[in-house]
T-cell receptor
C-alpha cells in the first residue's frame, strides 16, 4: 500500500556485507513491525516497535537490528548478511487502538538476495 | 503452543465455482482471527476479521469466513471464484493480551479460467 513504503524493493548483496532496509509510513500509526517471509513458512516476526522509544525482539531477531528514527520510520539492518537471510521482508503498521483486534497494514516488501 | 494451521498448501478451483480456504486454530481463551491476502509482488492486505458476535464475517472482494468454535475453524469462502482471486492467503490470530498476530503458513489459491 502507498501508505507504507519500503526501500529498496529488490536488493542483491554479498555475504558479509552490511545492509539496511528502510520503511516509512504516512498512516500516523505508532506501532511498526518487520517480518520475514519464506516459502512454506509464512510470516515470522523479526522486531517490533510500539513507539519511538520502544523496541522489542520478535521470533527470529538473531542477525538483525532495527532503528526507529521517528514515528514514521523504522529501519531493519543486517550487520553481516548471510545466504540464509535471503527472503522477502515486509514492514507493517497497526491501528491506533492498540488492542488484540488491530488490523495490520503492510508495505510492498523488499526482496533480498544474499550471495 | 497456540497456533493456526492452514492444511492445504494449494487450492485449485475453476472460475465461477465456490471456493474454500481452510484454517483451524489452537488458541486458549477467545481467539481473534484474521484473513489476509497477498497478490503477486504485493504486500499483504487485510480481508476480514472475527472479534466476537455473529459467526459469519463478511469482508472485502466478496469474501466471507465462518467462525466455528466447536470445530475450531475459520474457513474463508467465496460463492463464485474469479481468476483475479488467485493469490496467497494467510490466516492469523491474536488472543487477549497479545497485540501481534501469528500467521499461518499460507495457502496458494489458483483459480483456473
Amino acid at each position: 500500500d502507498a501508505d507504507v513504503t519500503q526501500t529498496p524493493r529488490n536488493r542483491i548483496t554479498k555475504t558479509g556485507k552490511r545492509i539496511m532496509l528502510e520503511c516509512s509510513q504516512t498512516k500516523g500509526h505508532d506501532r511498526m513491525y518487520w517480518y520475514r517471509q519464506d516459502p512454506g513458512l509464512g510470516l515470522r516476526l523479526i522486531y517490533y516497535s510500539f513507539d519511538v522509544k520502544d523496541i522489542n525482539k520478535g521470533e527470529i531477531s538473531d542477525g538483525y537490528s532495527v532503528s526507529r528514527q521517528a514515528q514514521a520510520k523504522f529501519s531493519l539492518s543486517l550487520e553481516s548478511a548471510i545466504p540464509n537471510q535471503t527472503a522477502l521482508y515486509f514492514c507493517a503498521t497497526s491501528d491506533q487502538q492498540g488492542s488484540s483486534t488491530d488490523t495490520q497494514y503492510f508495505g510492498p516488501g523488499t526482496r533480498l538476495t544474499v550471495l | 503452543a497456540q497456533s493456526v494451521a492452514q492444511p492445504e498448501d494449494q487450492v485449485n478451483v475453476a472460475e465461477g465455482n465456490p471456493l474454500t480456504v481452510k484454517c483451524t486454530y489452537s488458541v486458549s481463551g477467545n481467539p481473534y482471527l484474521f484473513w489476509y491476502v497477498q497478490y503477486p509482488n504485493r504486500g499483504l492486505q487485510f480481508l476480514l476479521k472475527y472479534i466476537t458476535g455473529d459467526n459469519l464475517v463478511k469482508g472485502s472482494y466478496g469474501f466471507e469466513a465462518e467462525f466455528n468454535k466447536s470445530q475450531t475453524s475459520f474457513h474463508l469462502k467465496k460463492p463464485s471464484a474469479l481468476v483475479s482471486d488467485s493469490a496467497l492467503y494467510f490466516c492469523a490470530f491474536t488472543s487477549g493480551g497479545s497485540y501481534i498476530p501469528t500467521f499461518g503458513r499460507g495457502t496458494s489459491l489458483i483459480v483456473h479460467p
